[in-house]
């Protein structure tokens, strides 16, 4: 049970350890303050793309 434990505990560390300098970058890209400017980059890229008509 202990070892078990052990294991569960390094894979916890280990996951934070590699995925927290990511989810500190996307929670600082995400803030409320820098929304505006992501929303308005997102529309420019949605409605500059060029259609694709069909015959």
Request: glycine letters at 2%.
């Given at each position: 049970?202990?070892?078990?434990?052990?294991?569960?505990?390094?894979?916890?560390?280990?996951?934070?350890?590699v995925f927290?300098?990511?989810?500190?970058?996307?929670?600082?890209?995400?803030?409320?303050?820098?929304?505006?400017?992501?929303?308005?980059?997102?529309?420019?890229?949605?409605?500059?793309?060029?259609?694709?008509?069909?015959?």
């Amino acid at each position: 049970m202990f070892l078990l434990l052990f294991f569960v505990l390094l894979i916890q560390f280990f996951t934070f350890w590699v995925f927290e300098p990511f989810a500190s970058f996307l929670a600082y890209v995400l803030e409320i303050r820098l929304f505006p400017i992501i929303a308005l980059i997102g529309l420019v890229f949605l409605f500059s793309a060029k259609t694709i008509e069909k015959n």
